[in-house]
């Protein structure tokens, strides 16, 4: 298995993660919060998307957003700022952030997806070893930004997961 088969079956296994815990979910189910600390599913799934969004469009192939190009911020009702997706926002932030339905969070999901696995397929051994130079984490290679953003695809949708337990029980 060639590298850039093994990452797009991590993205293809991760979107398969997160669709089955938002399936059945209502807006409500996505805006709960176990805690007034605590982030909602539907929070924490825009988070992860727009992160994708900016380090595989505009990070590893300084394109624009996806977000922006197809108007998500508008299709969901969310006026972020180039560059927000989440971080370092207050309790008082999430707790405004709208109730949304998965099904929608889905759709600009595929949208992101398709855009990184577009840019994964060209991949190759040199292309990962090229340096790049991330604003918050410094000089790295394109392979450890991409393992970067998997691992924290991952823990977040493991976070979702949870919330899901949280409201619908095991297994449910």
């Known amino acids: 298995m060639e590298t850039r088969e093994f990452i797009e079956a991590l993205l293809q296994r991760h979107q398969k993660s997160l ?4 399936a059945g979910l209502t807006p409500q189910d996505m805006a709960y919060r176990p805690g007034p600390e605590a ?7 825009w988070h992860i998307l727009r992160s994708e969004d900016q380090n595989f469009q505009v990070r590893l192939q300084s394109k ?6 197809e108007g998500w911020g508008q299709k969901l009702g969310i006026s972020a700022k ?6 370092g ?3 008082e932030q999430v707790a405004s952030f709208p109730a949304l339905s998965p099904a929608t969070l889905l759709e600009y999901a595929q949208a992101v997806r398709n855009g990184t696995l577009q840019y994964v397929r060209n ?3 040199q292309s990962l070893q090229k340096k790049i130079q991330h604003p918050a984490f410094g000089e790295m290679t394109v392979g450890q930004l991409i393992a970067r953003v998997m691992g924290h695809l991952t823990e977040h949708t493991g976070q979702i997961g949870f919330l899901r337990g ?4 095991a297994n449910k």
């Open 19 to 22: 669709s089955d815990a938002v």
């Open 39 to 45: 982030n909602s599913i539907a929070f924490t799934m």
């Open 64 to 69: 624009p957003m996806i977000w922006d190009v």
């Open 123 to 125: 991949l190759n051994a």
């Open 82 to 87: 180039p560059g927000e997706f989440g971080f």
């Open 166 to 169: 949280l409201i619908k029980g």
């Open 89 to 91: 926002y207050t309790p």
